[in-house]
């Protein structure tokens, strides 16, 4: 607003804080001190302290000069900034502009904090019992009566074959797989491998014999291949696959006979578990074994590895660990455990009605969608899936 608007008395009020009425004043005090010189001086100096002022308000009454409207201006972001509690010089614009990039930034954060991904029944070709999964860096396998093998390679799930690696519909019990193939296995001595390009080799009965096969372990060194086959009279197997030649050596019975149920490998270092009560590890790949003396309540369902150590869960809903020395035992729920996953930080387990992971907190329930009883379960890079009767798939795929 111009000085013409507020006045003479406003605008010398302002005017009383500029450089023009500082030199105003000393021109006043100088041209005073000479009037014992010359009494005119006099005249001088009150024209030099009273010019001024009434110059700038005249030429404000047109436009105002630089000096008062920037004086104007200060004065009026001095009043605003103290009346706001902010700093001389910052305007609504500026303040609300800070406010404006405070919320996107905050906004941008939320949007950055990753979400878990929602768990979700499958739609997969077959209503037959699934007994157990697989997932790879990309694909996941399920297995189950009738010889059916299920996949997912993407979004859907499709068959790959439907009556096992030797068209005799003999149930598939166990899957496991390397970079190079997957591997499944069950009754009658079912053995098949699928390759990377989905085809399949039938390499049933090992030796000639057709035992039922209640569990496949397989590990890969390159191109070269470590199968370890279990069986329900409590017998390891050990395979070598190499430029499509598969060579078994004779089998091994590490416990007393019990029914093995289930075995992981890692390298040449391999875990077993049977029903009798029984842990063995292994570290040159099934050539020898030894007992690690497990002294649980229940009997062992499953076997995993989890950064180095063995965990095993038991039927009466307990997991215990094996840290090289010791086990420790961990209430996880009040059902029989049937399978057990470990894929880096991340552990789940099933009952039959449930699933429980692992957290920071200690295991907890998961929040499953209603579905059938469970039969088993595996993580990797790629997810989480689940698996049971009626065709049950319920997965968690990654992002």
Not at 236 to 248: K, N
Request: hydrophobic fraction near 35%; charged fraction near 25%; charge should be negative.
């Amino acid at each position: 607003m111009s000085s013409s608007d507020d006045g003479f008395a406003a605008f010398y009020r302002r005017y009383s804080q500029t450089w023009v009425h500082a030199v105003a004043t000393a021109a006043l005090t100088a041209f005073g001190m000479l009037t014992f010189v010359n009494k005119l001086f006099a005249v001088v100096a009150i024209a030099a302290y009273v010019l001024p002022p009434i110059v700038q308000y005249v030429r404000g009454s047109s436009g105002g000069t630089a000096e008062t409207a920037e004086t104007t201006e200060t004065t009026k972001s001095t009043e605003t900034a103290q009346a706001t509690g902010g700093k001389t010089g910052e305007t609504d614009e500026s303040i609300g502009g800070e406010e404006a990039d405070e919320t996107a930034s905050e906004k941008e954060t939320a949007d950055e904090e990753p979400t878990e991904p929602e768990w979700t029944v499958a739609d997969v070709p077959t209503d037959g019992t699934l007994l157990d999964a697989v997932v790879g860096d990309s694909a996941a396998y399920a297995v189950g009566e009738g010889g059916i093998v299920v996949a997912r390679d993407g979004a859907e799930w499709t068959a790959v074959f439907s009556d096992g690696p030797g068209a005799d519909a003999n149930t598939l019990r166990g899957v496991d797989s390397t970079d190079g193939g997957t591997w499944v296995v069950g009754d009658g001595g079912a053995v098949g491998r699928i390759g990377a390009d989905g085809t399949h080799v039938d390499h049933s009965a090992p030796d000639g014999d057709t035992s039922a096969i209640s569990d496949v372990a397989a590990s890969a060194d390159g191109t070269d291949e470590t199968v370890l086959l279990t069986d329900s009279s409590g017998r390891v197997r050990r395979g070598q696959y190499r430029d499509g030649e598969l060579r078994f050596e004779d089998p091994t019975k590490p416990g007393s006979g019990s029914s093995i149920a289930s075995v992981e490998l890692d390298g040449t270092n391999g875990y077993v578990c049977d029903s009798g009560g029984g842990v063995f590890r292994t570290a040159d790949g099934d050539r020898t074994f030894e007992s690690l003396a497990f002294d649980g309540d229940g009997a062992p369902t499953d076997v995993a590895v989890d950064g180095g150590d063995c965990l095993v869960c038991d039927d009466a809903g307990v997991v215990h660990r094996y840290d090289g020395t010791n086990w420790t035992p961990t209430r996880v729920a009040d059902e029989r455990l049937v399978a057990l996953s470990c894929d880096g930080d991340d552990c789940i387990a099933v009952g039959e009605n449930a699933a429980y992971e692992r957290s920071s907190n200690g295991w907890e329930r998961a929040s499953l969608p209603p579905v059938a009883s469970l039969r088993g379960v595996d993580s990797g890079a790629s997810g989480v899936v689940c698996v049971g009767e009626d065709g049950t798939v319920v997965e968690r795929v990654s992002e």
